[in-house]
């Protein structure tokens, strides 16, 4: 930006690393000529310079009016000459080519208008006033959200407040956001003369920060590239190792994406229905990504097919055939046509076999599916322009904003709720490391929509706000579960709600809340009632919830020899030390563990999540490196939590078999509140087989929570 435009910088390492898409052209702008950049134009014609810009516009608008185009270059032109970048362009070539972004994606032409004024403000003599009195109060705001936008602070300690603003701006018209990310990916493409240092800092602000938005608004065009680019920066010696193992696939003789391809289009002409069938090369970070999940990459792995076909009926036929007529991957099927991703993304997913084994992924999905996942909301037209006569009747008149995503409206309300930048930052954090939601149900038919990982909690205050603190429980598929309880796509959930309007919410319910809205309200209520012991909420709810205090720690606790005496024996980095497994925290393969040296030479080994782990760092202890030896076979204690009903045991004992546990003790604890407790010492032959036990016990009816045992020994050290 303005910044670009004065400093001066030698060139940097990354300059032309990643090579053009194939999929979308791009003119290069150095070649079109001071001539045709800076000239005169007659005023009754569009200038040369943005032909471009008009050509990729006329592709999606074909009855555009240009002429606000028109008038936006001269300003812009005549207001940013003389200014050049770092690389001894002129600047206007900027606006100029971040424009040409959102004009190939399919920005409209408010958008345009403003892209290509969107430095005028910030660089130049031009006024926000003179920009709404010549182009209207639309293009105003978008010039002054982008504006407000490049004079945050991306440094850390203003990071919390840098995002509240980005996205009040984006919230209240989404196509400030599309500007910026323009802006950015043009600025990532020339970075090279940049100094290395500030190369990295600016790729890692993208990484952290604008390729998570990219990608909640649905911008899979500007996101893959700018994932590219930081990659490269980055990560240079993997990105050239990358980048070879492309090169290599390219030469090749033998190409099974092009002979299934051959293949899709027989099948497909036969059936008599009208596709195109494309193969859409995986770019660098895709490629580096499979390379490590599958470590040789085949040349399937390089690429995946795309079908483009007219209606979404279609789509399904194709399915059909494909898997009538080829080999399917049935376990590779997903269907985001009839379950939308959270960021407006359509499609069908399926995969082929090969004849020499080789797996090839297929896309599905209609011409207006596959624009909407390369623009995201950039596709979706002007939120200002007036309704349709279909539109007006779908919303009784209230025209349904289609660049507000459902992520973005829920973050816009919880962030007008947080308590405090810092607040908001967190939960801002961990939502952006989110990449899948998953879609619940309610028993009335309506849905809600989560992050991959939600749980009952976060159900509670996406249904129900604030009044969620009255929640006493829930029944996901028809059984009752604790609010801990981890969701699926495609669950139903009932929630019970407490008649008491005092119902308080318990503290431990934020270990268990993933969404912002859901932490954001307990940790507000956590703030109003500050002398509160929710001890006596958590109590009060415990018949249903299951919700267990866990007990105080003490040295005693710390150094209680596992009484399990469990076959599994992690090896310590302490010659001639006794090791024990602590009783609080129950550790088997294979957990991650740590150990402290006690009394008579005998080291314990805890989980590293213990909750003693950290009393003993704040005490002084230091640790001892642990590692589990080669063994398989552990010794865990389990804790069944249900409520009373005949045949439980005989059931719980009958899950546990199956499982091929062998059963050393049990215990039941008589019912309390009708609910009952079940301690069982379970031998396994093979530890990874603990996480299946527990979920094979989580489904026996009646049951609501199974966990580890937490052992409250006294033994001293």
């Known amino acids: 930006m303005s910044a670009e435009a004065t400093n001066p910088a030698t060139p940097g390492p990354v300059t032309n690393t990643v090579p053009r898409r194939k999929a979308r052209p791009r003119i290069d702008l150095r070649r079109l000529g001071r001539a045709a950049l800076l000239g005169p134009t007659a005023r009754d014609r569009l200038p040369d310079a943005i032909g471009h810009v008009a050509e990729a516009h006329r592709a999606h608008y074909p009855d555009a009016d240009l002429e606000p185009l028109r008038r936006a ?30 004009a190939e994606l399919g920005a409209e032409t408010t ?71 323009a802006d950015r990916l043009h600025n990532m493409r020339t970075l090279g003369v940049m100094r290395p240092e500030k190369q990295a800092r600016i790729a890692k602000v993208t990484r952290d920060v604008l390729i998570p ?125 009839a379950v939308p991703k959270f960021n407006l993304y359509q499609s069908l997913h399926t995969a082929v076999a090969h004849t020499d084994g080789q797996v090839v992924e297929v896309l599905i999905r209609t011409h207006q599916m596959h624009k909407v996942a390369e623009a995201g909301v950039i596709a979706l037209g002007n939120p ?76 509670a205050y996406a249904q129900y706000g604030e009044d969620a603190h009255a929640c006493i429980g829930a029944r996901v598929n028809g059984r009752l579960a604790t609010l801990s309880t981890a969701l699926k796509d495609g669950d ?39 002398g509160s012991d929710d001890g006596e909420g958590a109590a009060a709810n415990e018949g249903v919830q299951g919700v267990r205090s866990a007990p105080p720690v003490s040295e005693d606790t710390l150094g209680a020899p596992n009484t399990a005496d469990a076959p599994a024996t992690p090896v310590v980095d302490q010659p001639g030390a006794t090791v024990r497994l602590a009783g609080c925290c129950t550790p088997v393969p294979p957990d991650e563990v740590t150990g402290f040296s006690v009394r008579g030479g005998v080291v314990t080994v805890h989980r590293v999540e213990c909750s003693a782990v950290a009393h003993m760092k704040s005490v002084g202890r230091a640790e001892v490196g642990v590692r589990w030896g080669d063994t398989t076979e552990c010794r865990v204690t389990l804790v069944a939590e249900s409520f009373g009903r005949p045949h439980l045991l005989a059931d719980l004992t009958e899950a546990i078999a199956l499982e091929g546990a062998e059963i050393v003790s049990a215990t039941v604890e008589p019912p309390t509140q009708q609910r009952v407790r079940h301690t069982y010492t379970l031998q396994l032959s093979d530890a990874a087989h603990l996480l299946t036990l527990m979920r094979a016990m989580r489904n026996v009816p009646g049951v609501y929570d199974v966990s580890r045992a937490q052992h409250h020994n006294t033994t001293a050290f």
């Open 73 to 102: 270059w001269v300003l812009a032109e005549s207001s940013h000459r003389g200014q050049m970048r770092k690389s001894g362009e002129p600047y206007i070539t900027h606006p100029l080519a971040v424009t040409l972004i959102l």
């Open 111 to 181: 958008t345009l208008t403003a892209s290509l004024l969107h430095d005028t403000v910030e660089d130049t003599e031009v006024t926000l006033d003179q920009v709404g009195e010549e182009f209207g109060a639309e293009v105003r705001y978008l010039v002054d959200g982008v504006t407000k936008l490049e004079k945050v602070d991306y440094g850390a300690a203003a990071e919390p407040e840098t995002f509240r603003k980005m996205l009040v701006a984006t919230g209240s018209d989404v196509r400030v956001m599309s500007i910026k990310l």
């Open 213 to 337: 938005l990219a990608e909640r608004l649905g911008v899979q065009a500007l996101k893959t590239e700018l994932e590219d680019l930081v990659f490269a920066i980055l990560h240079p010696e993997e990105y050239d190792h990358t980048r070879e193992l492309i090169v290599d696939n390219a030469s090749r003789t033998d190409d099974p994406l092009a002979e299934v391809t051959d293949e899709v289009r027989t099948v497909l002409r036969d059936a008599g229905i009208q596709a195109e069938v494309l193969i859409r090369p995986r770019h660098f970070v895709s490629v580096h990504r499979v390379a490590r999940k599958r470590g040789r990459l085949r040349g399937a792995d390089f690429g995946r097919l795309l079908v483009l076909v007219n209606e979404d009926a279609d789509c399904y036929g194709v399915l059909g055939e494909l898997h009538t007529c080829l080999k399917p991957v049935v376990s590779e099927f997903k269907d985001f046509i």
């Open 384 to 459: 200002y322009a007036p309704p349709s006569e279909e539109q007006q009747a779908a919303n009784d008149g209230e025209r349904a904003d289609p660049t507000r995503p459902g992520w973005l409206s829920r973050l816009l309300d919880w962030q007008e709720g947080a308590p405090d930048p810092d607040t908001f930052w967190s939960t801002l954090r961990e939502d952006l490391a989110q990449d899948r939601e998953i879609t619940v149900y309610r028993p009335d038919g309506g849905t809600l929509g989560l992050p991959d990982g939600a749980t009952c909690v976060d159900a």
């Open 492 to 530: 139903t959930v009932q929630l019970l709600m407490g008649q008491d309007p005092a119902s308080e919410p318990s503290r431990e319910w934020l270990e268990h809340a993933h969404t912002p809205a859901a932490r954001i309200a307990i940790q507000r209520w956590i703030a109003a009632h500050p």
